[in-house]
């Protein structure tokens, strides 16, 4: 019997490793943890300098400024503003 019990357990193990379920699918399983692990990071990176922008709009004036004038337009009520046709 322990003998049967060790042959089974040689030829089975290396069969189970390799097959579908084995080596192939760990090896998949870890690229997969790397690639969100590393996705994982940019987002954390993304929201820690979305805070900091969001927490320079609620007290730093400049910010809202720098807002205003970039992505709406104006233009402080002293400034005129000078438009020139492309020639």
Known sequence: MPLGLLTYAMVSLPVRILS???????????????????????????????????????????????IARDDLGLIAKDEVLFEFEPE
Do not use: C
């Not at 379920?21 to 870890?30: A, K």
């Not at 692990?37 to 400049?62: C, F, Q, Y």
């Open 20 to 66: 579908e379920e084995g080596y192939p699918r760990y090896h998949r399983l870890s690229e997969q943890l790397e690639r969100v692990t590393r996705d994982n990071a940019m987002l954390k990176r993304d929201i820690a300098r979305l805070n900091r922008e969001v927490d320079a709009l609620r007290h730093d004036p400049d910010a809202i400024e720098q």
